[in-house]
């Protein structure tokens, strides 16, 4: 399965500051994709990132905030912009590889805390 | 819509059996299994397609019922490292995003 490395693995940040998360994959792969998980929870779909495209964003979910590239097969960012202490979460990208029966696999996550 | 998952909890003694559920209102292409333990990524454990198959990981066994859009995840005599919070995902086309449960809290006691 594809190997994701995801950066940085955490951070602290003051409030309406911006951070950018990346992930590399070792890999091409079609789908990337962005979810949040507040800490004890599930994991919410932030966006797919497609190559070559626009991010398609999920409800309650916007470009501006959350803006989002793809300028390759194996390489995605996502910026959590104008951070509030609401953006406090754990933010994971994932994908999927080719093939019906292939699971997706996530990266370690980055556990963004906003003071 | 969020697929629903039950219980929200369990706690096992080693060797024990446990059934997690996992059921959606839409109709599947197919449900995924994922293991999170704390701290970590989720980790894939199997996919199930529609076509109400089954499908296993060491004892760790599932099936989808395509007629009820549900699928059960079977923990088999089950070891400590079964511990961690178990998600279903699931999707409605091959490649598709995952929609994930609420998942469920498994504790496993020697």
């Known amino acids: 399965s594809a190997v994701i490395s995801q950066k940085p693995s955490r951070d602290i940040c003051q409030r309406g500051t911006s951070l950018t998360i990346q992930c590399q994959v070792d890999?091409?792969?079609?789908?990337m994709f962005w979810y949040r998980q507040q800490p004890g929870q599930s994991l919410t779909l932030i966006a797919t990132a497609n190559q070559g495209s626009e991010a398609t964003y999920e409800s309650g979910f916007v470009i501006d905030k959350f803006p989002i590239s793809r300028p390759n097969l194996t390489f995605s960012t996502l910026t959590v912009s104008n951070m509030s202490p609401e953006d406090s979460s754990i933010y994971l990208c994932?994908?999927?590889?080719?093939?019906?029966?292939?699971?997706?696999?996530f990266g370690s996550g980055t556990r963004l805390t906003v003071v | 819509q969020q697929p629903v998952q039950s219980p929200q909890a369990v706690i096992l003694r080693e060797g024990e059996d446990a059934v997690i559920n996992c059921s959606s209102s839409k109709a599947l292409y197919s449900v995924h299994w994922y293991r999170q333990k704390h701290g970590e990524a989720p980790v894939f454990l199997m996919i199930?397609?529609?076509?109400?198959e089954q499908k296993g990981h060491e004892k760790i066994s599932a099936s989808f019922n395509e007629k009820k859009q549900q699928s059960s995840l079977y923990l088999t005599a089950s070891q400590l490292s079964y511990s961690g919070t178990y998600f279903c995902g699931t999707a409605k086309a091959a490649g598709n995003k995952l929609t994930f449960g609420g998942g469920t809290r498994v504790l496993v006691k020697p």
């Open positions: 199930l397609l529609k076509g109400g």
């Open positions: 890999s091409q792969v079609t789908m």
């Open positions: 994932s994908v999927v590889e080719k093939g019906i029966h292939y699971g997706y696999t």
